[in-house]
Each structure stands twice: as structure tokens, then as C-alpha cells.
């Protein structure tokens, strides 16, 4: 009997020493609450001992970090966020960073320490993943969504300023007690609650890791269906770099191109000078109105950008030598900018593009619509060998005598386009962040 009551005592006492021997003073204030009476949110906090471990103790070292976190960036979730490391992996050179991902978390969990883990450190922006817990347990889409709505409410109230970024949930496994019905059915009551925010960035991390067959994880991101290996947080990193870009966490040096001979420059890389809009055609109104239909922008008469650096709706903004079509807050926002300038004969238009997961775009050739989209996932050229997934690629077209030839870093797209025989470029936003640079054209003889 005095054996075994020594074992439980060492059970209990091993964290906390373990703790204090890594430097860690477990504060008091910081364990998980034992009564939940009177706490915000919905759901049962978890209370296996594991997690009731990391609580504390991340919670407790992290106390001691406020100051020096301050401005940082902070990522809010569960495991999936704590698997970054403090370091998030060496996949992010040059940013102020802090991981407050706590492995087992809740939606409920993480609204209860929002405060204290991070709007204390002032952060410059948050990015957050959350809610796989939530379904694993059993807690119902609704009560998610309402502690999500929550968990913006407080952010917005206190840092009312302070860009967000939402990582839609990952896929994982009916055998992990996570099915995909139920994540699309969070998902949707996520993108529902920050419809029409503009802090508010969605990257589709659910199409970024999901079987295009199945909708489960993909197992080559992924250790166990659940939580990434690390080509998964490569992965994942690539897909927030695009974004941080655009906020102005990196890439923060102006593009040094300059066109070969021969090439004449269509964007300046400093401001908007040579695009603007056009009027849009009359649209009919359809007979029944669909709640996710997206957003058709429609332009009464032309307007020039000139000298300006972003579009008066903010969707198109220059950012360090580059032409970005931001993620429409609505989802889907459908509109166009184009050159004020005509282009007729034969040429040879050549730039370069970065989309962020299932991205759509398109550039327009005097009026027909090229596809310029986060291919392998968007389409509708799913198989190209060459396309780098959010990163930069060569998109060239030839069009000669009212035929358009288009190719992606080298790989044919399409060679029977028909145009006609004089008209601007465009460039499309529809859903996720398109970016733009190096746009420049070559007449031919």
C-alpha cells in the first residue's frame, strides 16, 4: 500500500518538478480552472491529465514572456499550432513570432486564455486554427461556432485593428472521431461569422491538405491523419508566406526587375499608374438569389488609378514591386482591372504569378478570360509538372495573328485561345489572394 501511494505521489509531482527544473515557475493562477461555472464559452474543458500538464506549464512560462513578445505574431490553436515549436521551424526568416498552441485545446479553451496568452502581447497580427478538439469530443458545430464568434468579438473589441488570419480547420478522419462533414460544417460557420470583415483573411487550409477523393487528410502531410510531419508544416508555412508578404512581414524589399530588351514594362511596381477599371456589362438579376452566389463588381465608367497605390475598395493594393488581388472578404468577389491602354497586333505577354490555396484569378487578353489560378488545386490544369504551389511562376503568352498561345513556366495551358484584334489587359480577382509581377509585353513584327 505504501508503495503504491508513493507511485501516485510521483505521478503527481514529476511535472511540476520537471517543470521547475527547466526553469518554469508554475504559477497557481495559471492551472486550468476546476470550476467552469461563470467562464465564457461553451463546452466541457478537457481533463485528461496530459493536457491539465500543458496548461499549466505553457501557460506559466509564458507569463514570463509578455514582454518580450510584444508585436509579435501570434498563432492561437491546439497540438497542430504547438507543433511549430518556438522556433515555428526556421520557416519564417525575419519574423517576430509566438506560439500559443496548446496540444488538446479547445475553441472554449482558448477563448478563456485569449487574453492573458495573447492580446497582452499586443500582437501585430493572429493567426488562428482551431475546433478539431471541439468535434472529437463531441461538442456541437453550433456551440464552435457561437465560442468562435466569441473569440472575435474579444480580439476586435480590444485590438480593433489588429489583422487576423483564419486557417480553415484541416481535414483529418472519421477514425480519429473527426469527420469531414462535420469540419465543412465548422468551416462554414466560420467563413458565415467574418463575412464582410476585411481584418479578416481566410486561407483555405482545408483544400490545402485534404484528399481531392476522399476529403480525409492526406497522409503525405500528415503523421497520423491528425497532426502535420514536417513536409506538412512546410506546406503550411508556404501557404502563410504569400500572406504575411501582403501584410508586410516579409518580402519587404522592392522587386530590382528589370524587362529583357525588347519588353515594355505594363506595372511600375511603385503604384497603379497605367490600370484602372472599365464599365461592366448590365447583369440580370437571378430569379432566385443565392446566399453563397459571389459578388459581382459592377463599374458604371471608367476610372483611371493613376499615381494611386491602392484601388479605392482596397482589392487590389501594390506591396513592394508587386500587384496584389487580395482575398475578398465576401469569399468571392468577382472584378477586373485593366491596362487603360489598348493593345493591338501580335505580342508576347509575359509575367509572373503567386497564388495561396485554390486561388482563382484570370488574365484577360483584350476581352477572352485566361485561367490564372492555384492550379492544382483550383484547375483546370491539374497535372502540370512545372507549377510551384505558392510560389512564383511564369505565365507567357504569344498571340499571333488572333490566337493566343499561353504556357506556365514553360508547360502548354492552351494554344487555340481566339482574341480579338485590339483591347487592354486584365487582371481577375474572384476568391483568395492573387499576386502579380514583372507584367511586361513585347510587340512583335
Not at 487528410?217 to 502535420?228: F, I, Q
Not at 477599371?277 to 438569389?289: E, I, Y
Request: proline share 7%.
Amino acid at each position: 500500500m505504501r508503495a503504491r501511494f508513493l507511485l501516485c505521489l510521483l505521478a503527481l509531482t514529476a511535472a511540476p518538478l520537471a517543470a521547475q527544473q527547466a526553469g518554469v515557475v508554475l504559477k497557481s493562477d495559471k492551472a486550468l480552472p476546476v470550476d467552469e461555472s461563470g467562464l465564457p464559452g461553451e463546452g466541457a474543458l478537457r481533463r485528461y491529465e496530459a493536457y491539465v500538464k500543458r496548461w499549466q506549464e505553457a501557460r506559466s512560462r509564458w507569463a514570463d514572456e509578455v514582454a518580450k513578445d510584444q508585436g509579435a505574431v501570434v498563432f492561437l490553436g491546439d497540438s497542430i499550432t504547438q507543433g511549430w515549436g518556438a522556433d515555428f521551424k526556421g520557416l519564417f526568416p525575419g519574423m517576430k513570432l509566438a506560439n500559443r498552441g496548446i496540444g488538446g485545446d479547445t475553441t472554449r479553451g482558448m477563448l478563456i486564455r485569449l487574453e492573458e496568452d495573447v492580446l497582452a502581447l499586443n500582437p501585430s497580427a493572429i493567426v488562428l486554427l482551431m475546433g478539431t478538439n471541439d468535434i472529437e469530443v463531441g461538442i456541437e458545430p453550433a456551440a464552435i461556432g457561437r465560442n468562435f464568434q466569441k473569440i472575435l468579438a474579444s480580439i476586435q473589441g480590444r485590438l480593433p485593428k489588429v489583422p487576423i488570419v483564419l486557417c480553415r480547420m484541416f481535414p483529418s478522419s472519421t477514425t480519429k472521431s473527426r469527420p469531414r462533414t462535420t469540419i465543412e460544417q465548422v468551416n462554414a460557420l466560420y467563413e458565415a461569422t467574418v463575412k464582410g470583415d476585411s481584418r479578416v483573411t481566410v486561407l483555405d487550409t482545408w483544400t490545402l491538405f485534404a484528399d481531392a477523393q476522399t476529403g480525409d487528410m492526406t497522409p503525405a502531410w500528415s503523421k497520423d491523419l491528425l497532426h502535420l510531419n514536417p513536409a506538412g508544416y512546410a506546406r503550411w508555412a508556404a501557404a502563410l508566406r504569400p500572406i504575411f508578404a501582403t501584410l508586410g512581414f516579409l518580402e519587404t524589399e522592392t522587386d530590382p526587375f528589370t524587362p529583357e530588351e525588347g519588353f515594355e514594362s505594363l506595372f511600375n511596381g511603385r503604384d497603379l499608374t497605367g490600370w484602372g477599371v472599365r464599365p461592366t456589362p448590365p447583369r440580370k438579376a437571378p430569379a432566385k438569389p443565392r446566399p453563397d452566389a459571389p459578388v459581382f463588381v459592377e463599374v458604371k465608367e471608367a476610372v483611371s488609378y493613376e499615381g494611386q497605390t491602392v484601388s479605392p475598395d482596397g482589392r487590389y493594393r501594390v506591396v513592394s514591386g508587386r500587384l496584389v488581388v487580395t482575398t475578398p472578404a465576401e469569399g468571392r468577389r468577382i472584378q477586373q482591372l485593366w491596362t487603360t491602354r489598348e493593345f493591338e497586333g501580335d505580342f508576347v505577354l509575359r509575367l509572373e504569378f503567386r497564388a495561396t490555396p485554390n486561388a482563382d484569378s484570370g488574365v484577360f487578353l483584350r476581352q477572352p478570360q485566361l485561367q490564372c489560378r492555384d492550379f492544382p488545386l483550383a484547375g483546370p490544369y491539374y497535372d502540370l509538372k512545372n507549377y510551384r504551389p505558392q510560389d512564383w511562376n511564369v505565365l507567357e503568352v504569344t498571340v499571333k495573328g488572333g490566337v493566343a498561345r499561353a504556357t506556365c513556366n514553360g508547360e502548354l495551358l492552351v494554344e487555340d485561345l481566339a482574341v480579338p484584334a485590339t483591347g487592354p489587359i486584365g487582371l481577375e480577382g474572384d476568391r483568395g489572394q492573387m499576386e502579380y509581377r514583372r507584367i511586361r509585353l513585347r510587340r512583335l513584327p
